[in-house]
């Protein structure tokens, strides 16, 4: 005489695998060699848009253009994305723990990665722009006085990079 229980463990084997794939999972973002528009009115064309980023991040170190710190892209993961980081990686694990494929998760994680620049960018608290700058952009026929938001390049540059490879839009690479 016998007695046996047994349990299938395919389900726990296939979540611990896509949680492992999710685990070895890196995601970046920022701005990988996208460049100015030849037309750019400030004259930019060709420059990479990470060297303005930088500038706009931390100032102009030179000193020769009146351009203070302002950290879009440190407001963007301190401010923004780690403030919804919590509900997102809930999503994301409920997802995964339901069968959905890993890619789901990281769609959804990049997505509000992505719209954290552009909502720091259009909502922050920045240093007004300075009179030199107002009157520059009136020059060239610029409209509006937010900072960092003369051309919407800055803002509407920005790419999340998963394992390197370039996502090309919000819903996926």
């Not at 046996?4 to 611990?16: G, K, P, Q």
């Not at 920022?30 to 060709?46: E, L, S, T, V």
């Not at 351009?67 to 980081?85: C, G, K």
């Amino acid at each position: 005489m016998a007695y046996t229980s047994s349990s299938d463990l395919s389900n726990v084997e296939a979540l611990i695998l896509r949680l492992r794939e999710l685990a070895n999972t890196t995601i970046e973002y920022g701005y990988f060699g996208k460049q100015y528009p030849a037309n750019d009115p400030y004259g930019r064309g060709g420059m990479n848009v990470a060297e303005m980023a930088i500038t706009h991040e931390y100032g102009d170190p030179t000193g020769k253009i009146p351009l203070p710190a302002r950290p879009f892209m440190a407001a963007s993961y301190y401010s923004y994305f780690l403030n919804s980081f919590n509900r997102a990686f809930q999503a994301c694990y409920a997802s995964v723990f339901l069968g959905q494929p890993v890619e789901t998760s990281i769609r959804f994680i990049t997505a509000q990665m992505k719209v954290s620049v552009e909502f720091a960018i259009s909502n922050s608290n920045f240093a007004t722009l300075s009179q030199w700058t107002k009157d520059r952009r009136a020059a060239l026929g610029i409209q509006g006085d937010t900072p960092l938001d003369a051309t919407g390049v800055l803002k509407n540059s920005v790419e999340i990079r998963v394992n390197g490879v370039v996502m090309q839009s919000i819903g996926g690479p």
